[in-house]
C-alpha cells in the first residue's frame, strides 16, 4: 500500500515538471500540440469508420456475428416482408424472392420476417428450407420485422398501440399494409408482395400499378424516401380505419389517395404517365390476370418445351400476381402440371423450383 503512495506521489510530481517545462518552452509545446491534434484526427477516423461498419453490419450465419452488408438505412433495395410467424416460407414466397434477387443482381432484396430472430445459423436444413435458400443468395439480405419498432415515429405509432389483433378480422393484412407503407416512408425502393414472381428487372422510380381500369393495388409500388404520397397514406391510414373492410388500408386506399393526388376519378386515362412525379402504370405490369381468373396460373397442359406464347404475352409484364389469397391454403401442384405457374418457377426461380416434390 505505501508503495502505491509513493508511485503515486513521483507520478504527480513528474506530470507537474513537464507542465512546467512545457510552459517555459513553447517550440517543445508547438510540437506536442501538432501531435495532440494529429492524435485526435486519427481518433476521428477511426470512430468514422467504426461508424460505418456498424450502420452495414447485418446479423448472419455464425451464431449473429456480423458482416458488412447492405441495409435499408443505407442502401434502398426490393423489399419483401411476411406478417405472421411462419418460419418456413412457402414456395411461392420463395420464388418470389429468389426471382427478384436474379433479376435484379446489384440490387439488395430485404426480407422481413416477424418471427425471425437475426441469426441464419438458427433455421438449418431439414427442419427449415427457405431461410437457408434464400440467404445462400449474395444480395438476399433477411431481417426482423418489428412493426412497434417500424411504425415509431410514423403516424401508425399510436394506431398500433391501440389496436387489438384478436378482434380484427383481417389482421395479417392489415398489418402489412401498415409495414409496407411504414418500410417505404423510411427506407425508399421498391416494395413487393410474396407472391408476385418478377420476370424483369425493376428500376428505381416513384411507381403505382393499376390492377384494372377503375382501381390502384398496392402489391407492387416504389417510392423515394419520405415522399409525401406515403406520407399522406399513412394518415389516411389511421384517420379512415376500418379494419373489417377487405382492402381499406390496402388497395383502396391506395386507390382513393391517387385520386386525391391527381385529382381525377379516372384513373384509366393516367396509365404509363407521369402524375405530379408518380408513374402509374397500367395492369399489365404486375397484374396481367386480374384475381377472377387468378384459376388460370394453375391451369394444366396450357404449354410445351418449343412454345414461346407465354414469353409473347408476358412480354410487357415485370413480375406476374398470382392473388395467393384467393387460393390460400388450397394444395395446388407445381411440378409436371405444364401450368403457367410452372413454366415461371422453372425459368425464374429454378433453386425453389428444384425443392419442389412432385
Known sequence: MKKCQIFSLFSLTLVLTIIVYLVLNPSLNKILLRLNEFTII?????????????????????????????????????????SSSELNPSPLVMCSIESAARLNPNKPVYFFMKAFNGSVSTYREPEYRGIPLLSSFKNVVILPLNPKELFSDTPLAGWYEKVDPSKERHWLHVLADGCRLALLWKYGGIYLDTDIISLKPLDFRNFICAESEHSANNAALGFNRSHSFIESCLRDFVEKYIGGVWGQQGPRLITRMLKKWSGTDNLQNLFNKDCNGIVYLSNNWFYPIPYSNWGRYFQKNTWNKTSNEIEKEFSKTSGVHVWHYMFGNKKVQIKESQSLIEYFFSNYCPSTYETIPK
Open 42 to 82: 486519427l481518433a476521428n477516423y477511426s470512430a468514422k469508420l467504426t461508424s460505418s461498419d456498424q450502420m452495414s453490419d447485418q446479423v448472419t450465419s455464425e451464431n449473429t456475428a456480423t458482416v458488412r452488408r447492405p441495409h435499408p438505412t443505407t442502401e434502398p433495395g426490393i423489399m419483401f416482408l411476411q
